[in-house]
Each structure stands twice: as C-alpha cells, then as structure tokens.
C-alpha cells in the first residue's frame, strides 16, 4: 500500500522532448544541416575579420555548443558572425590575433555584467516596426551576400543552384522526413562528383583545420594600456552580439509561439565569448540565417539541434574535412537564397498593407532597413529604428496635450483643464495656452486629466506661475495625481525658470 501511495505521491519526472525518436530524428538532421551551412560563413568571416579561417570554424564550434547549454532560447544558433567580424578586424588588422582573443574575452564578460544589470529588459522597448525592419534588411543581407558566389562562375553553377531551389521547395509537399536542405546539398554534392563537374566547392573557400582547438591564455602584456587598447573593442562585441542575439531569439519567439528566458541568454552569451576565447576563437553571437534553417527550414525547436550543429561541425572540418571540401557552394547558396526568402516578410511590402500602415510605422521599418544596408550592421540598423520610432512617437503625442478654460460666474477666477501627458515636447507649447494679460488676478490649473513626466514640464508649469507672478496674479496647481504631485513637489521651483 506505501509504495503504491509514494507512487502516486512522488513527482512523475518528464523526460526531453528531444528524447522523442521523431522529435530526436529532426533534431539530428538539422544540426547536420546546420553544421554544413556553418561552414562557408565561418571561412568568410574569418577572412572579413583579417584571421586564418581555422580560427572563425572553431569559434563556431565553442559558440554553439556552449550556447546550448548556457542560453535561454532552444534552437537559436549562435557562431562567429559577420558583425563581429566588423568589430574586431581593425583590432586583428593592427594589433595581432591575441588582442583580438583578449578582446573576446573581456567582451563575454561585459555581456554577463550587462546580463546582470538586466540589459534584457531594454527589448521591450523595440517597437514592431523596427523588428520588420530588422526582418527585410537581414534577408536582404543574407541575399547579397550569395551573390558574389554567382557571379564568374562556370555556367554550370546556375542548373545546380536551381535543382537545388527545386528540391528545396518541391520536397516540403511530399515528405518533412527529411530536411530538404540536407537533400539539395547531397544530391548536388553526388551529381558534381560523379559527373566531376568543376564548380567552386567549399574547399575553395579556405583552408580547414586538422586538429581540435586547444585551451590557452593570449600572449599579451598584462598592461592598463593592453585593457584600455582593447576595452573599445570589447564594448562593441558585448553590445553589438547581444542586440543581435537579443532581437533574434525574440523572432524565433515569435516563429515558434514560445517564451525564452532573455536574461539567461545574454549572459549564456558572455559565458560562451569567454568559452571561445580561451579556445582561439573569434568571438560571436546570434545568426540569424543559420537559425533560420535550423528553425523554419529543418524544424527544429531544442538545444539539442544547437549542440549536434557544433559537434557536426567540428567532426566535418576535423575527421571529414576532405569530404567537406568537395560539397558546391552552389548547394549552399540555394539554402541560403531559401532562407532570404521565407526570411523577408512580404506582408510588410505589399501595397495593401502599406496602404493601411501608418506613416510613421513604415519609416521606421525603412529607416531601419536602409540604415542596416548601408552599414552592414544590424545592430547599427535597430538603434536608427528605435531613435526614429520615438521621435515619430514623440511628435505624435505633443500634438494630444489640450488646454480648455471656464470663467467663473462672478468673473474673478479663470479655471483651465490641462487633458493629455506632460513630457519634453508637449510642455514646450504649454507655455502659449494661457491668457495671461486679460485673465483675473485669480487662476486655477486643473490636472486631474494631464500627467507630469519630466522636468521639462514642472519647467513650464514654473513658467506659467512666473508670467502670471509678475502680473500679480495668482496660480493655483490642482489635482495632480500622486507621481505627478511627488516629481512636481520636488523640482518646482528649483529649475531656474526665471520668466
């Protein structure tokens, strides 16, 4: 009896998704996937970063599989990317590839102190807009950057990136049993090798290592000048990796309808920069392309998928390398081209929407597209987009402040009614809604429908009693509610207004 009550008593343990054999299988064939299209994007980047293409694959293997047990969101990807690769080049360019490593490190753990000073929090003031905008501008991004791959290349390169697309649309409607990208890339990679077809292959793109990274310290001189060389550096991978991470874990959020722990991924982040670091890497964050295959393309929705990309990913280039090399970059071009496409949102774009869509919403989208294509950095773009986003919001909302009035009876007191919220740009015309001239000796100033933000409006409140002051009149300020009231009894009066 007292084992079938601790029985039902005891707590049923539920076991990983993942450990489901179909859930398992999905998993297995998208880190593969993923792996492969890791692969090419280290080697370019390593190159944009001005480093030996050994040091970009690595650092997408220590990314990944840390990430995927340190972050807060299942299936994101996180490798050496372009972005940081923008960072940390002139560094690598002038000082060498162990102030970059040092630069790496000291990156990760300023991501953790922001991580802990709840830098995660800031992502709710990312309007929509912007988030679309960072959508169509990255889609773009991962479009261009295949082009030059199809550009003086042999003729033969184009039937095979359109077999591929084929297969990577036609597949879907027969069978998910399988990635169909992983079918594109062997099918064309068994086609060229058989019929030994002479097409760039990922060989071409760089030399692969043939051994595992190794544990080590960079040789620098431990110096205060050494810190303040690299802290620049370090600042813009903690800040650029986490605004990327950040904003695209919210858009796997939003792909899989599913919640992820924001604070836990930006310091998984720090965790796994100083991880690749110690390990010779380039440092990194979120992709959003890889991501995108692995989430929209293969299915995936666990850790797993991430870690399996790592481990794939190093076994390919270390134990297959030879292999590896052989696999045309035509096939993996088209996956890219695939990503792009269903990465874009088209709704965004089409004349219906855009016919309904607010002004102000679409030039923040389109500010923070053009802006991330002219800069090649999306974090550069989002920040354009938030900034033009509040200045649209705030003009918007300094026009809803409105200042009505009522004379009493007998004429000697004049009552306004103050409606709408008090900040830096609706108190500027405050100022200008009174009649001081012509009203009584007595005034009342109704705020029971108004909101005191800022000091800028306690300013102008100080204004108005002052003009009315030096006409001898009197103001009275009624009806503040209680965080009104507190900002306006501690500023009044001692902002300086003089008229």
Partial sequence: MSSVLSAVVRPRLSRPSWLSPKVFRTEVLAGLVVALALIPEAISFSILAGVDPRVGLFASFTMAVTIAICGGRPAMISAATGAIALVVAPLAKEHGLDHLI??????????ILLAVLGVAKLMRFIPRSVMVGFVNALAILIFAAQVPHLLGVPWLVYPLVAVALAIMVGLPRLTRAVPAPLVAIVVLTLTTVVASIAVPTVGDEGALPDSLPTLGLPQIPWTMDTLTLIAPYALGIALVGLMESLMTAKLVDDITDTHSNKTRESWGQGVANIVTGFFGGMGGC?????????????????????????????????????VVAVIPMAALVAVMIIVAVSTFDWHSVAPRTLKRMPYGETTVMLATVVT????????????????TAMVIFARRVAHLVEVTSVLDPDGTTRVYFVHGELFFASSNDLVGRFDYA????????DMTHAHVWDASS?????????????????????????????????LAGQLGVGH
């Fill in 102 to 111: 040092a630069a790496v490190i000291l990156g990760g753990a300023i991501q």
């Fill in 286 to 322: 979120a992709m959003i392309g890889q991501t995108m295959i692995n989430v929209k393309a293969s299915g995936a929705r666990t850790r797993l998928s991430t870690f399996l990309a790592g481990v794939f990913l190093l076994v390919l280039v270390v134990a297959l390398g030879d």
């Fill in 372 to 387: 991330t294509l002219a800069t090649h950095n999306l974090a550069i773009g989002v920040v354009v987009g938030v900034l």
């Fill in 438 to 445: 012509n009203d009584p000796d007595t005034v009342v100033i």
């Fill in 458 to 490: 306690v300013a102008a409140l100080d204004a108005i009693t002052t003009k009315y002051a030096t006409r001898g009149k009197t103001v009275e300020i009624i009806e503040l509610n209680k965080p009104s009231a507190r900002i306006h009894d501690t």
